[in-house]
């Protein structure tokens, strides 16, 4: 008796495990079901890992926006574009920051901001006053 309560106990949870991740999947397809891309990206990340793996995710990203237009879907959440306009309209936010964690895990040298990893507005603008000429 006490093995048929676990293995009902057990389906149970196997059932409630499924079903949140089959709500995980249709959720996050949902997200961005208007833009459209190669089949199964809405749902996996293989398409776009196997990109990734081979080297070759730019001329994947190109054929795919050939394709399916300026803005297509290469994943689950991940957007691609080809129009210049897209791009400066999605990246226009006033008063950007720069992340401190992410660019600080960057950096070449130990403990030297470079104009890639400076957080700082100011000294980012100077330093790239100063390559400006060359």
């Known amino acids: 008796m006490a ?18 991740y089959v709500f995980r999947i ?41 394709k399916h237009g300026p803005i297509a879907r290469v994943a689950p959440q991940v957007l691609v574009t080809s129009s210049p306009e897209v791009w400066m309209h999605v990246n226009n936010k006033p008063g950007y920051k720069r992340s401190n964690w992410y660019y600080k895990a960057a950096r070449i040298e130990y403990r030297r901001d470079n104009v890639f990893s400076q957080t700082d507005n100011t000294k980012h603008e100077q330093r790239r006053k100063q390559m400006a000429p060359g």
Not at 14 to 19: D, P
């Open 26 to 66: 249709i959720t996050t397809y949902a997200k961005l079901m208007q833009f459209r891309g190669p089949s199964g990206t809405g749902i996996s990340n293989w398409p776009h890992s196997m990109a990734m793996l081979r080297g070759n995710c730019h001329e994947w990203y190109a054929e795919v926006n050939k």
């Open 3 to 20: 093995v048929a309560d676990l293995s009902g106990q057990a389906v149970t949870l196997f059932c409630c495990l499924l079903s949140l």
